[in-house]
């Protein structure tokens, strides 16, 4: 997985692991092998981890038994159906070797050219259903691409404040 760029899923969870933990900034920071005021921006969404940080957080936030974007990826990952998880901004995040979807470029650069104007309409029917905002639990869509019939599945997936779609085609 590629590492999220969200600044809000890392503020989260970092404050999430320090409270559940009883650590101050000044403990995670020791923990982690960074600094206070390092781990100071990451919570206050000024800067997002590094990688390599980004990876021993959610190394100690599964040693506390709190779900993390790596554990619903690893999921999708393995899944044998096309199935792909998605950031508001259709970065894929998560991909099973069926989708034909590769990690850390958008759904819109992956997509033929002529299925791209589709794609667009797709994500804009996304958008106006309240998705993002958390305002249906499921998304069904049907559409015709040529002369074939698809169907695809949507779930948001929220995590530490952050909506991703889960997307499985039918």
Do not use: N
Request: aromatic residues 8%; proline residues 4%; hydrophobic residues 45%.
């Amino acid at each position: 997985m590629v590492g999220v760029t969200t600044a809000h899923y890392w503020s989260a969870i970092v404050r999430k692991i320090r409270r559940q933990a009883g650590l101050s900034q000044s403990g995670l920071a020791d923990l982690l092998g960074t600094d206070q005021p390092t781990v100071s921006r990451w919570e206050r969404r000024l800067f997002v981890p590094s990688l390599a940080f980004q990876i021993l957080i959610e190394s100690r936030a599964r040693d506390l038994g709190i779900a993390t974007l790596q554990d619903v990826a690893a999921i999708v990952t393995h899944s044998p159906f096309p199935m792909i998880l998605v950031s508001k901004s259709m970065m894929v995040i998560a991909a099973s070797v069926s989708s034909g979807f590769s990690v850390g470029l958008t759904t819109l650069e992956q997509t033929p050219e002529d299925e791209q104007s589709f794609l667009r309409t797709f994500s804009e029917d996304v958008a106006a259903s309240g998705f993002w905002e958390q305002r249906v639990d499921k998304l069904d869509y049907e559409f015709c691409l040529g002369d074939e019939r698809r169907k695809a599945v949507l779930v948001p997936v929220v995590m530490q404040g952050d909506v991703f779609a889960l997307v499985q085609k039918a």
